[in-house]
């Protein structure tokens, strides 16, 4: 994998909203055209209080505007013109006003009409007091913005501008550039074979009858397709589930735990990232009857004793033989949960074990959403919001960037 970002170089339409972390903008410009990324700015009014245009439009080369009606600069490029240009929005920082404003649609200024308008992806940077943050207002529309597929970048936790504390603070322009690198990208996992599994196993009973799972296969699928869009080659070893292969995707359809072995055994030495999201049975039942097992057939009211037996232990497996591969496991739990995934990831010699809680109603199975933790082997556990499965499948493929680099 190349560990430098080589992402695609792109044009970043730099949206300023008027909130104090907007002093940091400068900084952004500078970084984004480092990159090598074309950079337009527009302010909203308020955005105008916190920073001089004037030093947007000279740090990114470019006119900035603010004004929807301004003839002048309506003439040059059109905010139509700018929403077409962007191959990425960037909102920053992100006040809660301008976070209402997208979630309800409004259209009555610039930057409002272009985030309409526009039909490249989004990224915002949220920064405010914590009250505001935390605001049931603000938590819905950010909810919404995110279930509509808008990117988060932030906010942090620490010291905030107005005296308070807690989470509020813009993420750092470094932070926020390396993002728009990754969101453009596509390329930077280019050369990298991933290797995902998902969705449950169906282990046979008898010719109708198996014992399976909860599992959807949401969160491997996200895995899968968000590394084949940052330009992995990716092979999907897939349970039965009715999830449409991501784009770019090459999909292996298994049904049984022993199936799934064979399949992740096979693809395992040509790849150097491994990430097992499957819910794998451990046990399986020692026979499977060719035939329907019929009710007749058995002593009236009889119960029916069915032999289980243990399933490969498929991540243990490839851990003992993962060389210099990033290995990444799952765990569900539904108690204890990072005593759980410590004691797991032991067991099985894996470089992160990403631990969903089953008991919440909103993560984990078959939801679209995720709380994760990631466990380190090292014991360190790092807890990640409430968000859509994409998103986290993009924290884990960031992870395993970091560990591929050796710098976590
Ligand atoms: C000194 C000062 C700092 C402010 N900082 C923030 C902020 O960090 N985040 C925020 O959401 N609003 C902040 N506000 C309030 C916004 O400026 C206000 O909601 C404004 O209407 C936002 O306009 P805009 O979203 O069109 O840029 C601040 C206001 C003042 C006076």
């Not at 970084?31 to 245009?53: D, I, K, N, Q, Y």
């Not at 970048?153 to 501008?161: F, K, N, T």
């Not at 990208?185 to 109708?208: C, F, H, Q």
């Not at 057939?297 to 243990?316: F, R």
């Amino acid at each position: 994998m190349n560990t430098q970002p080589s992402a695609r170089l792109g044009n970043v339409l730099l949206a300023v909203a008027g909130g104090i972390a907007a002093y940091k903008i400068p900084e952004l410009v500078r970084l984004l055209r480092r990159a090598g990324h074309s950079v337009r700015c527009v302010l909203t009014e308020a955005a105008g209080e916190f920073v001089s245009p004037l030093v947007l439009q000279t740090l990114s080369g470019a006119p900035v505007r603010s004004s929807l009606f301004d003839a002048g600069e309506e003439g040059e490029i059109s905010h139509i013109e700018l929403a077409d240009w962007a191959d990425l929005v960037v909102v920053a920082p992100a006040t809660a006003d301008r976070m209402a404003k997208l979630a309800q649609g409004l259209a009555d200024d610039l930057v409002s009409t272009v985030l309409l308008a526009t039909r490249a992806p989004v990224l915002l940077a949220p920064a405010m007091n914590v009250n505001m943050w935390s605001h049931p207002a603000t938590r819905a529309n950010a909810e919404l913005l995110r279930e509509r597929g808008v990117h988060f970048e932030g906010p942090e936790a620490g010291e905030l501008a107005c005296g308070w504390e807690g989470e509020g603070r813009m993420s750092e322009p470094v932070t926020l550039a390396g993002r728009v690198t990754l969101l453009l990208g596509g390329e930077t996992w280019k050369g990298v074979r991933v290797l995902v599994s998902a969705g449950g196993t169906r282990e046979p009973i008898d010719a109708v009858r198996s014992i399976t799972n909860r599992s959807s296969g949401k969160m491997g699928f996200a895995v899968a397709e968000e590394a084949a869009r940052r330009g992995a080659e990716v092979v999907l070893v897939a349970g039965p589930c009715p999830l449409p292969t991501p784009p770019g995707v090459r999909r292996i359809d298994i049904e049984t735990a022993l199936e799934m072995a064979a399949a992740v055994e096979q693809e395992f030495e040509a790849s150097q990232v491994v990430v097992m999201a499957a819910a794998v049975a451990d046990f399986r039942p020692a026979e499977a009857s060719a035939l329907k097992i019929k009710k007749e057939d058995l002593a009236p009211g009889a119960g029916l004793q069915i032999e289980l037996v243990a399933t490969p232990d498929i991540l243990k497996g490839i851990c003992g033989h993962k060389g210099d591969r990033v290995v990444v496991g799952f765990a569900a739990e539904s108690h204890d949960v990072v005593e759980a995934a410590r004691r797991k990831l032991a067991r099985k010699g894996c470089d992160l074990l990403v631990a969903n809680d089953i008991s919440r109603t909103d993560a984990g199975f078959d939801t679209d959403t995720n709380a994760v933790m990631f466990v380190s082997p090292g014991g360190e556990v790092e807890e990640l919001p409430l968000l859509p499965k994409i998103e986290v499948a993009g924290r884990i493929l960031d992870r395993v960037e970091k560990l591929r680099k050796g710098t976590r």
